[in-house]
């Protein structure tokens, strides 16, 4: 079965530019979420998908946005980048409501130069 | 006050110890809990999760939770190198929330 598959693994963009991270969750997994992970502030909530529809959003500026496709894919955008952007960007999915925990990607390293 | 705390060590223990490993919340709202462990360059990957109070255990493994103290731990037995990792606590609310508020992890060295 395979897991869930993020790309690409590593991005390097410059200040201002925009980038476009995607996200399969594992199938029959409807729930998809992001995290961006730093480490000085850990893993935060990006937002959360169910079928194409955003349930929940993290604090984070509208510069982050997302989306999810009718086949569960998911995919982040974030504009304008900052400095502050460099993180490591983390998908998880899940069958419908996560109590039973979320199966995460190995993520997408962006780096802001 | 953050809404979950955790220990980020390092924490090193030799080969074959009980490590425990803990983390508080502040916000009773949290219902459902879990344990992930991370290796470098990975992603979380899921440990244990459990909804009540109490202990529940797999294998080497035992995750322990007190709601009336708002206290999680997860017990590691006869650990192992290969146990070398950051574990995250992580919590979820109940109802139409589907954010996972983590811990910011502790760092384990399992020394051979």
């Known amino acids: 079965k395979a897991g869930v598959t993020q790309t690409p693994r590593y991005l390097i963009k410059t200040r201002g530019q925009q980038v476009t991270l995607s996200c399969s969750p594992i199938?029959?997994?409807?729930?998809v979420s992001w995290y961006q992970q730093t480490p000085g502030q850990g893993l935060q909530f990006l937002f959360e998908y169910f079928s194409e529809t955003q349930r929940n959003k993290g604090n984070f500026p509208g510069r982050f946005s997302g989306r999810q496709f009718s086949n569960s894919r998911s995919e982040m955008n974030v504009s304008t980048l900052e400095l502050g952007d460099s993180a490591l960007y983390l998908c998880?999915?899940?069958?419908?409501?996560?109590?039973?925990?979320?199966?995460f990607g190995s993520g997408t390293r962006l780096t802001v130069v | 006050q953050k809404e979950v705390e955790q220990d980020p060590g390092p924490l090193s223990v030799p080969e074959g110890a009980i490590v425990s490993l803990n983390c508080t919340y502040s916000n009773s709202a949290f219902q459902y809990f879990m344990w992930y462990r991370q290796y470098s360059r990975k992603g979380p990957e899921l440990l244990m999760y459990t909804y009540s109070s109490g202990n529940k255990e797999d294998g080497r493994f035992t995750a322990q939770v007190d709601k009336s103290s708002k206290y999680i731990s997860l017990f590691i037995r006869d650990s192992q190198p290969s146990d070398s990792a950051t574990y995250l606590c992580a919590m979820l609310r109940g109802g139409s929330n589907y954010k996972l508020t983590f811990g910011k992890g502790t760092l384990l060295t399992v020394n051979p």
């Open positions: 199938s029959g997994h409807r729930s």
């Open positions: 998880a999915s899940s069958l419908e409501s996560g109590v039973f925990g979320y199966t």
